[in-house]
């Protein structure tokens, strides 16, 4: 109304009366900023502003003040503002809106500094992907690509993986855009990383996804980076103290080790890393014998054979395991202390005297070092142990070695020693063979005279099976060596398959039908087999005799108590 009747001056006052009783009211700020605005009192209606800055309004209000300022040109003024105005709202978006308004006016190295200025504001504590997407925007607009990617890395490097979704999205259409082929490789290579941190702060204890990591850090060759990574993965040690879930963490440790060894090139840091590794396994409870064995061949390539002895010697006063005896031994055979190695042999065998390929690989040393006395000896001992793991395997070791020492008749000697143990077929088909390949004239007749002594065993044996195997074998070799008077002996002694059926009993006793199986009878069986009748049938006649007598009996005892009665 005052306006409408021109009195500027009543209207003056009673805005300001209304913004000194009311200044949270903006609508009042507004409407006497644009009175003295449209007025053409712009001094006055930059009073107006400054009071109502002066109450720290809600953004609207510093974006109304901004746009008067830039209305007259006043690009200085409008800079002042915006100064007070990120620090009274704080809030990322505010900051870019100050950066692009540099921007706007060409200002490109205050627009930068902005940037800056805002990255240290919200400190690293606080920071926000938002800020660093359009500060990289900004850098890209002005061809400054290398920027970009000091950007873009600075961010992943502090922003939490969860919250830098848009990060990795926006680096790798810059990459795809301006990048060279290492440079995509290297935003993979950063999202990878973010997916394995992601991964292993949800299970620390998969350690397939430490491995892949691991790989992926190597890769980058920043020694510090990948040792620190390698502290964090072996500090993950299995909750339980049992073997099968050290397995895998185990392996932690001996890739550390290695890359200590052979890509940082410290060899005091690899002996650290082994000495720590087997400070922390409970060697009363399990061991790794592989362990050892890398700690002491590592001393080896540091022609430190002392410590590498004292090692292996530890480790066998702890855990004595085959492997650990085997990997000894076959240090000492690499340095040709053939003395050390039958004293490491001879402490094996005292602790585990069954085992057989330890007797074998025992004899094999003296046969290599010539001392032939020595190895059938220790065949000797091995095949007098009461109790062997596999005796087959020691019996045709010493077969063989005395075979290649030409030694027939004590090949001989041990094929009937080891007849009087077992008689199975394939010892007799061994024991054939052997006397074939022996350059003796009567080979062939020795041969034979074995496969009918094996026959003559075998008769007694109710494995059918095995008695075909041997009679095949008997044929082929009469087939090759023989006349046809010693084929037809054999031929005549050869079953007839036929086809026969039997009961299927279930486990609970029950019937469950009939199945047809295959059966050999033999001319012998044949033979004998009226003589098996004629005793059957006496066995029946006596059962037969026997019921009758006890029926007798009863009979009598029955009489005998009516007639007490």
Same mark, same amino acid.
């Given at each position: 109304?005052?306006?409408?009747?021109?009195?500027?001056?009543?209207?003056?006052?009673?805005?300001?009366?209304?913004?000194?009783?009311?200044?949270?009211?903006?609508?009042?700020?507004?409407?006497?900023?644009?009175?003295?605005?449209?007025?053409?009192?712009?001094?006055?209606?930059?009073?107006?502003?400054?009071?109502?800055?002066?109450?720290?309004?809600?953004?609207?209000?510093?974006?109304?003040?901004?746009?008067?300022?830039?209305?007259?040109?006043?690009?200085?003024?409008?800079?002042?503002?915006?100064?007070?105005?990120?620090?009274?709202?704080?809030?990322?978006?505010?900051?870019?809106?100050?950066?692009?308004?540099?921007?706007?006016?060409?200002?490109?190295?205050?627009?930068?500094?902005?940037?800056?200025?805002?990255?240290?504001?919200?400190?690293?504590?606080?920071?926000?992907?938002?800020?660093?997407?359009?500060?990289?925007?900004?850098?890209?607009?002005?061809?400054?690509?290398?920027?970009?990617?000091?950007?873009?890395?600075?961010?992943?490097?502090?922003?939490?993986?969860?919250?830098?979704?848009?990060?990795?999205?926006?680096?790798?259409?810059?990459?795809?855009?301006?990048?060279? &082929?290492?440079?995509?490789? @290297?935003?993979? =290579?950063?999202?990878? $990383?973010?997916? !394995? *941190?992601? %991964? #292993?702060? /949800?299970? +620390?204890?998969?350690?397939?996804?430490?491995?892949?990591?691991? &790989?992926?850090?190597?890769? @980058?060759?920043? =020694?510090?980076?990948? $040792?620190?990574? !390698? *502290?964090? %993965? #072996?500090? /993950?040690? +299995?909750?339980?103290?049992?073997?099968?879930?050290?397995?895998?963490?185990?392996?932690?440790?001996?890739?550390?080790?290695?890359?200590?060894?052979?890509?940082?090139?410290?060899?005091?840091?690899?002996?650290?890393?082994?000495?720590?590794?087997?400070?922390?396994?409970?060697?009363?409870?399990?061991?790794?014998?592989?362990?050892?064995?890398?700690?002491?061949?590592?001393?080896?390539?540091?022609?430190?054979?002392?410590?590498?002895?004292?090692?292996?010697?530890?480790?066998?006063?702890?855990?004595?395991?085959?492997?650990?005896?085997?990997?000894?031994?076959?240090?000492?055979?690499?340095?040709?202390?053939?003395?050390?190695?039958?004293?490491?042999?001879?402490?094996?065998?005292?602790?585990?005297?069954?085992?057989?390929?330890?007797?074998?690989?025992?004899?094999?040393?003296?046969?290599?070092?010539?001392?032939?006395?020595?190895?059938?000896?220790?065949?000797?001992?091995?095949?007098?142990?009461?109790?062997?793991?596999?005796?087959?395997?020691?019996?045709?070791?010493?077969?063989?070695?005395?075979?290649?020492?030409?030694?027939?008749?004590?090949?001989?000697?041990?094929?009937?020693?080891?007849?009087?143990?077992?008689?199975?077929?394939?010892?007799?088909?061994?024991?054939?063979?052997?006397?074939?390949?022996?350059?003796?004239?009567?080979?062939?007749?020795?041969?034979?005279?074995?496969?009918?002594?094996?026959?003559?065993?075998?008769?007694?044996?109710?494995?059918?099976?095995?008695?075909?195997?041997?009679?095949?074998?008997?044929?082929?070799?009469?087939?090759?060596?023989?006349?046809?008077?010693?084929?037809?002996?054999?031929?005549?002694?050869?079953?007839?398959?036929?086809?026969?059926?039997?009961?299927?009993?279930?486990?609970?006793?029950?019937?469950?039908?009939?199945?047809?199986?295959?059966?050999?009878?033999?001319?012998?069986?044949?033979?004998?087999?009226?003589?098996?009748?004629?005793?059957?049938?006496?066995?029946?006649?006596?059962?037969?005799?026997?019921?009758?007598?006890?029926?007798?009996?009863?009979?009598?005892?029955?009489?005998?108590?009516?007639?007490?009665?």
């Amino acid at each position: 109304m005052e306006m409408r009747n021109r009195q500027v001056n009543h209207a003056r006052n009673l805005w300001n009366r209304a913004v000194t009783i009311l200044p949270r009211a903006p609508q009042f700020w507004y409407k006497y900023t644009y009175m003295e605005e449209m007025l053409g009192n712009i001094s006055g209606a930059r009073q107006v502003f400054e009071r109502w800055m002066e109450w720290e309004p809600e953004e609207q209000a510093w974006h109304t003040y901004i746009n008067f300022e830039l209305r007259y040109k006043e690009v200085d003024r409008a800079r002042e503002i915006y100064k007070k105005f990120v620090i009274v709202h704080p809030d990322v978006k505010n900051w870019c809106k100050y950066a692009r308004f540099e921007e706007h006016h060409s200002y490109i190295s205050s627009a930068r500094s902005v940037y800056e200025q805002a990255v240290e504001f919200f400190g690293e504590e606080n920071l926000d992907e938002r800020l660093f997407v359009a500060f990289a925007r900004f850098e890209e607009n002005q061809r400054e690509h290398d920027r970009v990617r000091a950007i873009y890395r600075y961010a992943l490097d502090r922003i939490p993986k969860e919250n830098a979704q848009e990060l990795f999205k926006n680096y790798t259409i810059h990459e795809k855009k301006y990048g060279d &082929r290492v440079g995509i490789e @290297d935003v993979i =290579v950063s999202k990878r $990383r973010f997916q !394995y *941190e992601e %991964a #292993i702060k /949800n299970d +620390p204890f998969n350690y397939d996804t430490w491995f892949d990591y691991l &790989r992926l850090r190597e890769s @980058d060759g920043n =020694v510090d980076q990948v $040792r620190e990574l !390698y *502290e964090r %993965a #072996i500090a /993950n040690v +299995p909750p339980t103290k049992e073997k099968r879930f050290w397995r895998r963490y185990i392996y932690l440790w001996i890739y550390y080790a290695l890359f200590e060894e052979l890509e940082a090139k410290d060899d005091e840091k690899t002996r650290e890393v082994y000495k720590a590794c087997l400070e922390l396994i409970p060697h009363k409870l399990f061991t790794f014998a592989k362990l050892w064995i890398l700690f002491a061949h590592f001393e080896v390539r540091q022609k430190n054979l002392q410590a590498a002895r004292k090692i292996l010697g530890v480790a066998i006063g702890k855990c004595p395991k085959d492997k650990l005896f085997r990997g000894y031994i076959d240090l000492e055979i690499q340095l040709r202390e053939f003395d050390r190695c039958r004293i490491l042999y001879e402490k094996f065998l005292e602790l585990a005297p069954g085992n057989c390929s330890t007797w074998i690989k025992y004899a094999e040393l003296e046969t290599i070092l010539g001392d032939t006395d020595r190895a059938r000896a220790i065949y000797e001992l091995a095949i007098n142990q009461p109790r062997l793991d596999m005796p087959e395997v020691l019996w045709k070791a010493y077969i063989d070695f005395e075979t290649e020492q030409e030694m027939y008749s004590n090949v001989r000697n041990l094929y009937q020693r080891l007849l009087e143990r077992t008689r199975h077929v394939k010892v007799w088909l061994s024991y054939a063979k052997f006397e074939m390949i022996v350059p003796e004239a009567d080979k062939v007749s020795r041969a034979r005279q074995v496969y009918e002594q094996a026959h003559k065993t075998l008769q007694r044996n109710e494995e059918k099976e095995e008695r075909l195997m041997l009679l095949e074998a008997w044929r082929t070799f009469e087939q090759e060596h023989g006349d046809d008077a010693t084929l037809s002996s054999v031929e005549q002694q050869m079953p007839r398959r036929v086809k026969k059926r039997r009961k299927i009993t279930r486990e609970d006793g029950s019937e469950a039908g009939w199945e047809e199986y295959y059966d050999y009878i033999f001319p012998s069986d044949e033979a004998a087999q009226p003589n098996l009748r004629i005793l059957s049938m006496a066995k029946k006649w006596k059962k037969a005799q026997e019921l009758s007598a006890k029926q007798n009996e009863n009979e009598e005892m029955s009489e005998e108590m009516e007639s007490d009665s």
